[in-house]
Nanobody, 121 residues
Framework: EVQLVESGGGLVQPGGSLRLSCAAS????????MSWVRQAPRKGLERVST????????TYADSVKGRFTISIDNAKNAVYLQLNSPKPEDTAVYYC??????????????WGQGTQVTVSS
């Protein structure tokens, strides 16, 4: 069973830092790209960042470029999002996300349960 479990959210001051973690299981983690997606209050989903399966290619939303960093640890089956200098507008529920091909050869979108990040002084 594919599972994505986020942790690390909480309250952070503007200009501070926070690291989100996503523990993955139930699939060959090293074979898939992983993403972080967020949803701010009363707004739609926004793809924050994606990292390819080898970890050598990363993409970021313009809104977080230069402040957030995505990384993976294939030994731990984990993906991280480092939030540096967060702003109040980064307040959102952050989800770990991946498109995974399972036993029936179909590809499905998998989401974690989300972790709340609140940026406030």
């Amino acid at each position: 069973e594919v599972q994505l479990v986020e942790s690390g959210g909480g309250l952070v001051q503007p200009g501070g830092s926070l690291r989100l973690s996503c523990a993955a299981s139930g699939f060959t983690f090293s074979s898939y790209a992983m993403s972080w997606v967020r949803q701010a209050p009363r707004k739609g989903l926004e793809r924050v960042s994606t990292i390819n399966s080898g970890g050598g290619t990363t993409t970021y939303a313009d809104s977080v470029k230069g402040r957030f960093t995505i990384s993976i640890d294939n030994a731990k089956n984990a993906v991280y999002l480092q939030l540096n200098s967060p702003k109040p507008e980064d307040t959102a529920v952050y989800y770990c996300y991946a498109d995974i091909t399972v036993w029936d050869k179909n590809t499905y979108a998998y989401w974690g349960q989300g972790t709340q990040v609140t940026v406030s002084s």
